[in-house]
């Protein structure tokens, strides 16, 4: 157990309305990442963070924002959801010193946009 | 660009045999290797790993065989047991170069079936 959960777990919003998911940890991990799951896509990394305050875009951030104000705590928004942006959410956070990193990932955020 | 593939969408594999999962990778730059395991509802969980040093990775049942040359990786699994039915997706991340910062590239998952 790695010590991480994300909220809400289940949500169902309408389109056009912002959207703001939270990942925790509890252990002080440096790097923390947002990725989503797709049938036909694995998972595909959305944002990732270095350190408080020091965020970076993934290979599909368009339509999100992220901030990490404090270690513990990884926010990921979605300023305006779109029916597209359906899909689940995981948290993952590591302690990556080199080649031999390991991500350990949260339970997931089912999102539904209609 | 898909980087890493899984081309078996799924697999069924009788309890006791050997499961066999495959994943290719296209990116040379990739020198760390990662299987990870999804039930429905849950977060993935971390199998084994190999780096690109190395060509044979055995973590009891788990074994992992990397060819660069080839540019293939596999999981192997002896013996398969019911409990090892989940969706498997292998990862890749560049890390030699110092600045992935540990991102991974995910491949689409093959989904195991052990039959009792």
């Known amino acids: 157990d790695a010590g991480i959960t994300q909220s809400p777990r289940h949500k169902v919003t309408e389109t056009g309305t912002p959207v703001t998911l939270r990942c925790h940890q509890t252990?002080?991990?440096?790097?923390m990442y947002w990725y989503r799951q797709d049938p036909g896509h694995g998972l595909r990394l959305i944002h990732y963070s270095y350190g408080v305050k020091d965020t970076d875009k993934g290979e599909v951030s368009d339509g999100y924002s992220v901030s990490r104000s404090k270690t513990e705590d990884f926010l990921l928004t979605l300023e305006s959801a779109t029916s597209s942006q359906t899909s689940v959410y995981f948290c993952?956070?590591?302690?990556?010193?080199?080649?031999?990193?390991?991500?350990?990932f949260g339970p997931g955020t089912r999102l539904t946009v209609l | 660009d898909q980087q890493v593939k899984q081309n078996s969408p799924s697999l069924s594999v009788q309890e006791g045999r050997i499961s066999i999962l495959n994943c290719d990778y296209t990116n040379s730059m990739f020198d760390y290797f990662l299987w990870y395991k999804k039930y429905p509802a849950e977060g993935p969980t971390f199998l084994i790993s190999i780096s690109s040093i190395k060509d044979k990775n055995e973590d009891g049942r788990f074994t992992v065989f990397l060819n660069k040359s080839a540019k293939h990786l596999s999981l192997h699994i002896v013996p398969s047991q019911p409990g090892d039915s989940a969706v498997y997706f292998c990862?890749?991340?560049?890390?030699?170069?110092?600045?992935?910062?540990?991102?991974?590239?995910f491949g689409q998952g093959t989904i195991l079936t052990v039959h009792p």
């Open positions: 252990e002080n991990h440096r790097y």
């Open positions: 993952a956070i590591s302690e990556f010193q080199g080649w031999t990193d390991t991500q350990y």
């Open positions: 990862a890749a991340s560049a890390n030699g170069g110092g600045t992935s910062y540990g991102k991974l590239t």
